[in-house]
């Protein structure tokens, strides 16, 4: 997809394995549309990612393709390249990746960082993560009864946040399902500060690693994948997906 010439856009970023592309990121994705008005959602499967140093189970261009497919129909939804395995081997880092594309948006676009509650719970071992909120702002789907401890424990260490005039109190776990987006500040000790919105509690409880082990449990003694049980296809994963896993034998 060509990044150049959005102008006055609101985009988000949206990194990850995609192993497979499942409900769970679609939900998220659709929340961030829905409570931030985002324009476009890059879905950009990672080629090396660094905390995971055994790597994915499919290869980038099988990745790419299942995104593809899993958001399709989609407005506002794209599947891009630019977290592409690099030519030397060497692990991609949002840090870059955020960086890079900033530099490609046109003026007046806005770039955030989109990502699910267990990416922000790891977000502290990241490469530069205390700047990577401001680069773009984080975009963050939460669980259920999360608290604010909660958040300020995930956010890299001398980094601060604080509520937002008409938000949920400090008390209050935050968000729940009927609840709005929230919206909070993030600050650093040099005194820069930056948005930081958390969206309505997301209940798609989905695992790409089960999904995987689910699937890799149904291929019989000939190497054939069976049927997957009918709540891995309708609850986990799109059905244009489900056919891809089954057409390239994924995950055995």
């Not at 593809?68 to 690099?86: M, V, Y």
């Not at 205390?130 to 890299?156: K, Q, T, W």
């Not at 609840?179 to 948005?195: D, P």
């Amino acid at each position: 997809m060509e990044q150049r010439g959005v102008i006055g856009e609101r985009i988000a970023f949206f990194g990850g394995s995609f192993d497979p592309p499942h409900f769970g990121h679609l939900a998220v994705a659709r929340a961030a549309r829905a409570s931030l008005g985002v324009n476009m959602v890059l879905f950009a499967p990672v080629g090396a990612q660094p905390l995971k140093p055994k790597g994915s189970m499919a290869s980038f261009a099988d990745r790419m393709a299942m995104t593809e497919l899993a958001i399709e129909g989609e407005p506002g939804f794209a599947a891009s390249p630019i977290d592409a395995p690099k030519a030397d081997g060497t692990a991609n880092f949002t840090f870059d990746t955020l960086t890079r594309l900033r530099s490609e948006l046109a003026e007046g676009s806005i770039l955030y960082c989109l990502m699910g509650a267990d990416s922000f719970l790891s977000l502290r071992k990241w490469h530069r993560a205390a700047e990577i909120p401001f680069l773009a702002p984080l975009i963050v789907g939460s669980r259920p009864r999360e608290s604010m401890n909660d958040v300020r424990a995930a956010l890299p260490e001398g980094l601060t946040v604080e509520v937002c005039a008409g938000n949920a109190p400090e008390n209050r776990e935050i968000p729940d399902q009927e609840m709005e987006m929230r919206e909070f500040a993030v600050g650093n000790e040099a005194g820069q500060t930056s948005a930081f919105f958390l969206l309505p509690g997301l209940h798609e409880d989905i695992s790409a690693s089960q999904i995987r082990e689910a699937v890799r449990g149904l291929y019989d003694a000939n190497d054939q994948l069976g049927s997957l049980p009918r709540r891995a296809a309708d609850g986990f994963l799109p059905s244009a997906v489900l056919a891809y896993i089954r057409e390239h034998g994924l995950y055995r």
